[in-house]
RNA sequence: GCGGGUGUAGCUUAAUGGUAAAGCCCCUGCCUUCCAAGCAGGAUACGUGGGUUCGAUUCCCAUCACCCGCUCCA
């Protein structure tokens, strides 16, 4: 399939349109259109009916553990700037970079040390970025072939002072460039700002700098007590949350893939550490098998376990669930949900400030002052389980999903193009997004075959009776296949059809947009009908 | 951020330094008894901003957006 194809159909049928388009559009930022807006609210709606509504605290399900409570949170986007700190997105989201004009490269300017020399008359300051104990050893290398001197020459290097960051430098004109070839090829530092920042107050100022949530997940932690204290919940459970975050990605591109502007479902399951181990491996299966239950086929999706050196440095585990999106490159896949053990980090952040790995545990990471660097709460994130007797930090299993990437591979999946005979028996060429039922924009049409003859008139009475537990379309215009065909291109499942007979017998013609079949049923049971097949009970 | 490509109607495409064309879609009417039928009529476009020119959709510059590759991606 085409993804050119499918964004042309997103658009001209209102599935997704881009940002601010009348003014040129702006990159990263999407829009859903009349049925992309239906479209995305079902997969979110899928996602809260069966993880929280839905779900059965009471029975053990498949491949659980232990029965489980779940419960739902929707936090502010805003939240204390502390937050962020603890949980390190703070230093980890603001990045000072330099160019390099020749080479094309781009370095954490922080990360970049160098070493000033003399040499035949030139002073300059040469870098790398070499992660060694010696770096030293590595600049004189740089230092011979820069000079164009032979190592018994190295008597002719004068170095000038230790080895030092790259912001101790105040001129970037004399500074050559880990790669580069000559001197003064760096652009001066420019700030990364990966989180969203803005002003709370009228009369703001930079001390009121706030920020957009990158995740909602630090708004589940924070409240961790509070959901306790208040819902009679006992761990294990879990919190979901659905809702808008914010990064300001170097390049979005790949369609509403990666946007700047996105929203998460995300579920934080805090349990016994005893026990997350096999959590970890429940909400993982849990998740993927979602996925397929809502028509992602099994070809195109994967569960892809991260390597212990891609953890991050506070996980335990981590799968992301992936997804053959048709922009990728054939084999590669994008992630829709990463399922992660997070342990105790986080709820463990927010009680004693920002965390860093020390060696095979964590610790809190220390400012120049020997206080810590971003200071927790204080608040105690313990939990005490009155059966067992036991008190401890939940661990956490994180399993979080893009909203609208996980709309986007339902689109791509639905999108397919087929022949199938016309009137006259020759094959034509038809578009059919085949959404499964649940998460289809419409959920059945309702015509009449010809607009006369008292069919109208019942054809208006079925949708309105339809109209009241569905989202059903009525359609009157034109010949009889062309509404099909409307119909099969936004993915609409059912069409109900009243014809001359139905005056004669009051039945109806119901159509499945797959097979093209059609059966004859009562007008009384339409309701009951179209219920059955979308529930599929 | 860099390099290359592309921007004409809702969609797909044409032509042009001097009135911008077509098909599909859409709307109105007629006709229509099951898979994009027919007839008549209608609406809608040169991404944005500058410049050159008597005149720019066309040439030049910038900008925005999209696509491809590189870079980046907690």
Redesign the pocket.
């Known amino acids: 399939m085409e993804?050119?194809k499918l964004v042309?159909l997103c658009?001209?049928r209102g599935f997704v349109f881009?940002s601010s388009e009348i003014y040129?559009?702006?990159?990263?930022f999407w829009d859903y259109g009349p049925l992309g807006v239906e479209l995305k609210r079902n997969v979110k709606e899928a996602w809260w009916r069966d993880m929280v509504a839905g779900h059965d605290d009471i029975a053990t399900l498949p491949g659980a553990p232990t029965p489980y409570d779940m419960t739902g949170l929707d936090c502010s986007i805003i939240m204390h700037p502390q937050v962020w700190k603890c949980s390190?997105?703070f230093d980890?989201?603001h990045d000072f970079m330099v160019?390099c004009r020749e080479t094309?490269?781009?370095y954490r300017y922080d990360q970049v040390k160098g070493r000033w020399v003399e040499a035949k008359g030139k002073t300059v300051f040469l870098t790398t970025i070499a992660d060694t104990d010696d770096p030293a050893k590595v600049l004189e290398q740089r230092a011979l072939k820069f000079f164009d001197l032979r190592a018994k020459q190295a008597e002719q290097l004068q170095w000038k002072g230790e080895v030092v960051a790259l912001p101790t430098v105040q001129d970037l004109s004399q500074v050559l460039a880990p790669d580069a070839k000559e001197v003064g090829t760096l652009t001066p530092p420019r700030e990364f700002n990966?989180m969203f920042k803005t002003i709370v107050g009228a009369l703001g100022s930079d001390e009121d700098a706030a920020f957009l949530r990158?995740?909602t997940a630090q708004g589940i932690f924070v409240n961790f007590k509070n959901v306790c204290d208040s819902s009679r919940v006992k761990v294990p459970f879990g919190i979901a949350q659905i809702g808008k975050s914010f990064?300001n990605?170097?390049?979005?591109?790949?369609?509403t893939f990666r946007s700047r502007e996105f929203e998460q479902m995300e579920i934080e399951f805090f349990c016994n550490p005893k026990q997350s181990a096999d959590w970890y491996r429940y909400w993982r299966d849990r998740r993927f098998q979602w996925y397929l239950d809502l028509g992602l086929s099994r070809e195109r999706l994967q569960m892809r376990e991260h390597e212990a050196a891609e953890l991050?440095h506070y996980s335990v585990g981590t799968a992301d669930i992936e997804y053959a999106f048709p922009?990728l490159?054939p084999g590669e896949f994008g992630e829709l949900e990463g399922v992660a053990h997070r342990a105790d980090f986080d709820l463990r952040s927010h009680m004693e400030g920002k965390l860093v790995k020390q060696g095979n545990g964590l610790s809190v990471e220390l400012g120049p002052d020997g206080k810590p660097r971003h200071k927790g709460s204080g608040k105690d994130m313990s939990y005490f389980d009155e059966i067992t007797r036991e008190k401890f930090i939940p661990h956490v299993i994180e399993p979080s999903a893009g909203a609208d990437r996980g709309t986007l591979a339902f689109l791509c999946e639905a999108y397919s193009e087929e022949k199938?005979?016309?009137?006259s028996g020759k094959l034509?060429?038809?578009?059919v997004m085949r959404f499964h039922p649940r998460l289809a924009p419409i959920k059945a049409a309702i015509f009449p075959?010809?607009?006369?003859?008292g069919m109208p008139e019942m054809a208006s009475e079925i949708y309105r009776a339809l109209k009241k537990q569905f989202n059903v379309f009525y359609d009157d215009?034109?010949?009889?296949?062309?509404r099909?065909?409307?119909q099969?291109?936004v993915g609409t499942p059912y069409c109900i059809?009243v014809?001359?007979q139905s005056i004669q017998d009051q039945t109806?013609?119901i159509?499945d947009r797959d097979s093209?079949k059609?059966e004859r049923i009562k007008v009384a049971d339409a309701v009951e009908e179209v219920r059955k097949r979308i529930t599929g009970c």
């Open positions: 993804m050119e042309s658009k001209r881009q040129g559009g702006l990159r990263g390190g997105h980890l989201f160019d094309k490269g781009r990966l990158p995740e990064r990605e170097i390049t979005p591109k790949q369609f991050a922009f490159p199938v005979p016309d009137a034509e060429e038809r578009t075959l010809v607009n006369k003859e215009k034109g010949a009889v296949g062309r099909y065909r409307r099969d291109e059809t014809d001359g109806v013609t159509r093209l059609q």
